[in-house]
């Protein structure tokens, strides 16, 4: 079973410009979650889609958004990029029962540099 | 709201040598609490969980218990191997049905041979 994959691995961009990331949830996996991981913040909750969608959502600027499509696959876009987002953005996804406690799947990430 | 505070790293040890990584945490109710592990170049991997008070979670030597009491939940393990090496996050889950783990900052561990 292919894990969770996520593309493109590596990106630049500079300060203004719009970035979409992309993620593939395990098959069968319906919820889709994203995290940015920063070393002065650490990881964070961005936000949780499923069923297309958005479930919850944490503490970003309305410039980070997303969204699912039909088949579990989810975007996320960064407007107007400013330095402080660079930063190893995480997808994780699960079968999303009502358990708290499910296991989340993790991606290896988009590494996305602004210069 | 949530927190969870991890010990500073990086934690260096000899291979065979003993694990203790301090993890407590700060939650409304009884939270779900996670360990998770980061490889070089690689997302995150559940290592091991507790959803309630005493529950020891296991899993390739590695174990922590859920101790409600000191609101802790320290990893350790007996003897580490030079695969080991990697990032471990300690994490917890609220039960108030919003979907988002709140993580430690992490701490990373380096065995020497």
């Known amino acids: 079973k292919a894990g969770v994959t996520q593309t493109p691995r590596y990106l630049i961009k500079t300060r203004g410009q719009q970035v979409t990331l992309s993620c593939s949830p395990i098959?069968?996996?319906?919820?889709v979650s994203w995290y940015q991981q920063t070393p002065g913040q650490g990881l964070q909750f961005l936000f949780e889609?499923?069923?297309?969608?958005?479930?919850n959502k944490g503490n970003f600027p309305g410039r980070f958004s997303g969204r699912q499509f039909s088949n579990s696959r989810s975007e996320m876009n960064v407007s107007t990029l400013e330095l402080g987002d660079s930063a190893l953005y995480l997808c994780?996804?699960?079968?999303?029962?009502?358990?708290?406690?499910?296991?989340?799947?993790f991606g290896s990430g988009t590494q996305l540099s602004v210069l | 709201g949530n927190s969870v505070t991890q010990m500073e790293g990086p934690v260096t040890l000899s291979e065979e040598a003993f694990l203790t990584i301090n993890c407590t945490y700060t939650?409304?109710?009884?939270?779900?609490l996670f360990w998770y592990v980061q490889y070089p170049g690689e997302g995150l991997q559940l290592l091991l969980k507790?959803?309630?008070?005493?529950d020891k979670g296991s899993n390739k030597g590695f174990e922590a218990t859920y101790r409600k009491e000191t609101t802790s939940f320290h990893l350790e393990k007996g003897s580490v191997q030079v695969s080991d090496s990697a990032v471990y996050f300690c994490?917890?889950?609220?039960?108030?049905?919003?979907?988002?783990?709140?993580f430690g900052s992490g701490t990373r561990l380096q065995v020497q041979p």
């Open positions: 994780a996804s699960s079968p999303r029962t009502d358990a708290t406690n499910e296991k989340l799947f």
């Open positions: 098959s069968g996996h319906r919820s």
């Open positions: 889609y499923f069923s297309e969608t958005q479930r």
């Open positions: 939650a409304t109710g009884y939270p779900s």
């Open positions: 507790a959803t309630k008070a005493d």
């Open positions: 994490a917890l889950s609220d039960r108030t049905g919003r979907r988002a783990l709140t």
